[in-house]
């Protein structure tokens, strides 16, 4: 795999642990700071803390692929697994809502790009079971 998808890995890792670790540390700063997570409900900083840690979670996995991606892609398929389940719902809100764009336009960023990028890391990272496998 090229060594470019593991700098973008690392920096993925960078940012959604970055993003876990506020959840998990300031979950109210972190609620009234992202734009419209408010309207989705009242706070509640066990479900900012138990999300913030599945955020964690990927970054882990991300950052393990961008050391060793033989070895973490199935760490890294699972996390972009839940990311994109995440956006998914985020999409599926959105429609159901009464601005459907702009509430997919808000979260662009930082639930549709940020599942994005893991998930064609892992399809393109996808081990070939035909051909021998070593670590880069």
Do not use: K
Not at 104 to 114: N, Q, S
Not at 117 to 134: E, K
């Amino acid at each position: 795999m090229a060594h470019w998808t593991r700098g973008l890995a690392g920096l993925m890792a960078l940012l959604l642990g970055a993003n876990g670790l506020l959840m998990l540390a300031h979950p109210l700063a972190w609620f009234d700071a992202v734009p419209g997570v408010p309207a989705t409900g009242p706070f509640n900083a066990h479900f900012v803390r138990d999300v913030g840690a599945v955020y964690l979670m990927c970054a882990l996995a991300l950052g393990w692929y961008a050391r060793r991606p033989l070895q973490a892609w199935p760490a890294l398929a699972m996390a972009a697994t839940w990311l994109t389940l995440h956006s998914g719902i985020h999409i599926y809100d959105a429609a159901c809502g009464a601005t459907p764009l702009a509430d997919i336009w808000r979260a662009a960023i930082g639930v549709h790009l940020f599942a994005a990028v893991p998930l064609i890391l892992a399809i393109l990272a996808a081990p070939n079971r035909s051909a021998p496998q070593s670590e880069e």
